[in-house]
């Protein structure tokens, strides 16, 4: 009985558990892009990638990564900048391609991240286990992929009313499963079209292993790389109350987000990578979006802003 009371507090940080059929999806989804990953090795090894595979596969996770990194993250969560609505609807659907869950539970779990930061709470810290190096590996399977089964779903309705009171997020998260079906065969598609007088259907299936399951594969690992590598390891040149770090190899596939120091320092800023020379390519865009007058009120930073965060 006191536990139920707890899960009914709308206050709580988590809401109903998390049930079988729930567990199962999440199997599916993020277990069979791992298991293309590892095949892809043995499918290189046997015959190769195309280049048709390779530029479909990065078409796809540029449009997929952004989604996920200016739209879930810098746009939904953060409040970074304000979008118009083709903006907004399309930075939601882009985000939901990439499969990795609807915008609404995305962000309340990245909030309830950053309420918690590396202690108790905190719904992936690679440190939940202890300081051990053997609690330290624990701790970064989990902060890796391990959370994602975990038994307490995020409280929506105390960490994203906003999201949920949006009637255009509503829809588009109402569409995931067909959006997500796309995001599989669209690859597949263009694939077996490209070049082809007739449907080809080797290289639609190439292109469904390569684009499709790889391509998410790569970049689920990529997104999770920023909850456990992150906050295991990297630089530290802004004050923040938790371990998160500068990871600078993995800022030209992760969009910017592995510039995480400065991003948990002033998680409103709508660019991490601030410093000279940090690639930041969703910085980059919403910079372009907002010329091209589809963003406004971006919240850049500037020197005194970027100063009073330093660390000492």
Known sequence: MAEQAVLADPNAPWGERMGTPDRVIVGIFVGIPFVAVIASIVVLWGWGVTWRDLVIGAVMYVVTGHGITIGYHRLFTHKSFKANRPLKIGLAVAGTMAIEGDVMTWAADHRRHHQYSDQPGDPHSPWRFGRSVPALVKGMVWAHVGWTFN?????????????????????????????????????????????????????????????????IGLLH????????????????????????????????????????????????SARHGALRGQIDSSARLIWLFERLGWAHDVRWPNEQRLAARKAT
């Open 151 to 215: 038994n307490e779903k995020t409280n929506q309705q105390r960490y994203v009313p906003d999201l949920l009171a949006d009637r255009d997020l509503q829809r588009v998260a109402a569409w995931q499963p067909a959006i997500v079906l796309f995001s599989l065969l669209a690859p597949a598609v263009v694939g077996g079209l490209w070049g082809a007088g007739a449907w080809d259907g080797g290289a639609a299936w190439s292109a469904f292993f390569w684009a499709g399951l790889v391509r």
């Open 221 to 268: 690992h990529v997104t999770w790389s920023i909850n456990s590598i992150c906050h295991l390891a990297g630089s530290h040149p802004f004050r923040s109350r938790d371990r998160s770090g500068n990871v600078w190899w993995l800022a030209p596939i992760s969009g910017g987000e592995s510039w995480h120091n400065l991003h948990h320092a002033d998680p409103t």
